[in-house]
């Protein structure tokens, strides 16, 4: 069965100290992932995807298969990185997208 | 583009009334999501979409609850009689399936049921 854990349901850091969003998963075929982020009265919109090994605003995430995870890092964190942050999990056959539980990251001044 | 465009934006109804969300996906994509918000819970998946067929609906929560798709620019997402517990932001979102597509999602609607 897919299913996506963030342990965390708030991350509170000061600004300039290093990010990081864990993000668990269960799944048994090959995962498609993906970070998601909803900014204060935004809509929920793609931040990065596993595939990419992209760098987003300064945000990276590697996916360990060994360990079953994918977590969100940032070396610095800035004020405006404060957003609820999901986690989410496609199957590559059917296309099904779930989410984790979000993160909110606050990020004090 | 507009995106995905949903409606109401807010909803407010009491108990027992019928209630039904709105939402258009991006001209031609393929596959459409409808996802709950609750701070509870997070986002969960009730429902989606390919080609405008339900692929799985193990996510809507009882019988209270029915999508449906009628063409590829609508879906509605209907919930009848309405019940406290179901006050949240509905999302729906879209995409053009492939290897790893991202979803765009809509804006929400936010029900409060009383």
């Known amino acids: 069965a897919q299913r996506v854990t963030q342990p965390e349901k708030l991350l509170s850091v000061f600004k300039g100290a290093p990010v990081e969003l864990k993000c668990n998963y269960s799944?048994?075929?090959?995962?498609?992932l993906f970070w998601y982020v909803q900014y204060s009265r935004q809509r929920l919109q793609l931040l990065l995807r596993?595939?990419s090994r992209e760098s987003i605003k300064g945000f990276t995430a590697d996916l360990n298969k060994g360990e079953t995870s994918f977590h969100l890092k940032k070396p610095f964190a800035q004020e405006e990185d404060s957003a609820m942050y999901y986690c989410?999990?496609?199957?590559?056959?059917?296309?099904?997208?779930?989410f984790g539980q979000g993160t909110t990251l606050q990020v004090k001044p | 583009d507009a995106g995905v465009i949903q409606s109401p934006r807010h909803e407010v109804t009491e108990m027992g009334q019928e209630v039904t969300l709105r939402c258009k996906p991006i001209?031609?994509?393929?596959?459409l999501f409808w996802y709950r918000q609750t701070m509870m819970r997070g986002l969960e998946l009730l429902i989606y979409?390919?080609?405008?067929?339900?692929?799985?609906d193990s996510g809507m929560p009882e019988d209270r609850f029915s999508a449906k798709m009628p063409n590829a620019s609508f879906s509605t997402l209907k919930i009848q009689p309405s019940e406290p517990r179901d006050s949240a932001v509905y999302f729906c979102?879209?995409?053009?399936?492939?290897?790893?597509?991202?979803?765009?999602f809509g804006n929400g609607t936010r029900l409060t049921v009383t």
């Open positions: 979102a879209s995409t053009f399936y492939r290897y790893n597509s991202p979803l765009h």
């Open positions: 799944y048994s075929g090959s995962p498609e």
């Open positions: 596993h595939i």
């Open positions: 989410a999990l496609s199957s590559s056959n059917t296309g099904k997208l779930i």
């Open positions: 001209s031609g994509h393929n596959s």
């Open positions: 979409f390919n080609n405008n067929v339900p692929i799985d």
